[in-house]
Structures are given as structure tokens and as C-alpha cells.
């Protein structure tokens, strides 16, 4: 059976359970109620991992309770420690405007590191389905958001766990994959969801309001203006 939605929640149904990488930001939000839609009874994964933009770990929080999720966990994984991003480390976000290079934003291995976390919590629960809200075309240029980094996955996770080896593959669910930014606002409304809910803006403005400068700021803001819908998200530049 289908989930149903009923005024921005999920009702349960008898379906098989998916693993859902909610980071608290957009993407990962229309991501997880694709997957409730669907059907799947949702567990989901957040990583805190001392990023600057910690207020996203509230969000999703804030997100998991409105999808009902089934079980939410918040895993602490301090990538500080590494550095090299300006999420990360003592370096300036940039706000002059998206680029064409791999911006300092670009945490090291990232989605490499939290699938990997994602498929150990999946083969944990016994799910085969992993959702993640990577998106290819309106976004920051980030080598580990590519459909062949995905595919690639899929193919390791079943070399790299006892089920794989036990022929019970492990699926990666893209379903933002191909989609515009304006098209992911799109689908935020049709599912019901607010997009107040969420959280992109890399670097918080004072009382924790979206910088409106920042890669992940105009990106977003750009869609919400080509899809024609408000973002209820407050932004400093407002």
C-alpha cells in the first residue's frame, strides 16, 4: 500500500522500511516524503558533523517529526577534525556568487562517508533501500552529487556487506537526481511540506536566519523565483 498524506503528515501503512539521509536541508526533506509517499516506513539518519550550519541538525529533527518517521538517529561524527572545507574549518564562506569550480564549501569525501554510514545503518535494519537528496543540475558542482558516483556506490555496497554477498542487493534512491531546483520547490508544495522546515544556508546570519548570499542560498532562492512560489524561509538580504 501507498502512504497517503494528510495535511503534512504521513499515515502509516504496512511497507518496507528505507533508509532515509535527511540532513535537514531541502533537498533531503522532499527526498524523504518522496520515499513516505511511496510507501516505505522511514528511517532516518542525520549526521552531525560539527558543521557551521549546525541549526540544520533542528531541522531535521523538525522534519523527521512531521513525516512520522520511525526511528531517528542523530549520529556525531566531528569532521572538524579533518578540516579542509569551509564548512568544516576557520574558512570564509564564499558569497560573490555561484561558480564554475568545486567551491571551498565541498566537504572532503562527504556523501562517500555518510552512505557508507547510511549502508551500515541499512544492513542494521535489515532495509535494502537508501534514500539521498543528491541533485546534479542546479547545484554547487560537488564531484560526490554525480549519477556515476551513485551507480558506483550501488555496486560497492553489495562488495562490501554480507547481505550484497548474499545476493540481496542494496538499492540508492536519487529521486532529485535530474531535477531543477524549481522543480524540487515544486514537489516541497505538492507534498505538503513547508520549506520553512528546512535549512540550506551554509552561514547563518545573527538569530539564525539564511544568510540569502551563500552558493546554497541563491540556489535555492533561484528556484523558489523560476518555480514562481514563496519560500517561507526568512533571509537577512530580504
Excluded at 546534479?136 to 560526490?144: M, W
Excluded at 560497492?156 to 554480507?162: E, F, H, V
Excluded at 505538503?192 to 539564525?208: K, M, V
Aim: net charge negative; hydrophobic share 40%; aromatic share 6%.
Amino acid at each position: 500500500m501507498r502512504a497517503r498524506r494528510l495535511a503534512g503528515r504521513v499515515m502509516e501503512t504496512e511497507s518496507k522500511s528505507a533508509i532515509i539521509l535527511l540532513s535537514g536541508g531541502l533537498d533531503s526533506m522532499v527526498s524523504a516524503a518522496i520515499a513516505a509517499e511511496q510507501g516505505y516506513r522511514l528511517i532516518a539518519l542525520t549526521v552531525d558533523y560539527n558543521q557551521r550550519h549546525k541549526i540544520e541538525l533542528q531541522s531535521a529533527q523538525k522534519i523527521a517529526e512531521k513525516l512520522n518517521v520511525a526511528e531517528h538517529i542523530i549520529l556525531p561524527l566531528d569532521l572538524s577534525r579533518f578540516g579542509g572545507s569551509a564548512l568544516t574549518a576557520d574558512i570564509d564562506v564564499p558569497k560573490s556568487g555561484v561558480g564554475t569550480d568545486i567551491p571551498v564549501t565541498y566537504v572532503p569525501a562527504r556523501n562517500l562517508i555518510f552512505l557508507s554510514l547510511t549502508l551500515g545503518l541499512a544492513e542494521a535494519r535489515n532495509a535494502r533501500d537508501i534514500f539521498i537528496g543528491v541533485n546534479a543540475l542546479d547545484y554547487s558542482g560537488y564531484p560526490d552529487c554525480r549519477p556515476e558516483f551513485i551507480e558506483g556506490f550501488e555496486r560497492l555496497a553489495d562488495l562490501a556487506t554480507k547481505a550484497g554477498d548474499q545476493g540481496s542487493a542494496f538499492h540508492i534512491h536519487t529521486p532529485l537526481q535530474h531535477m531543477t531546483k524549481a522543480d524540487i520547490a515544486k514537489e516541497a508544495i505538492r507534498l505538503n511540506l513547508d520549506p520553512a522546515w528546512s535549512w540550506s544556508c551554509y552561514d547563518p546570519a545573527e538569530g539564525n536566519i539564511a544568510c540569502g548570499l551563500c552558493d546554497s542560498c541563491r540556489l535555492r532562492q533561484k528556484g523558489f523565483e523560476e518555480a514562481g512560489l514563496v519560500d517561507t524561509t526568512p533571509y537577512a538580504t530580504a
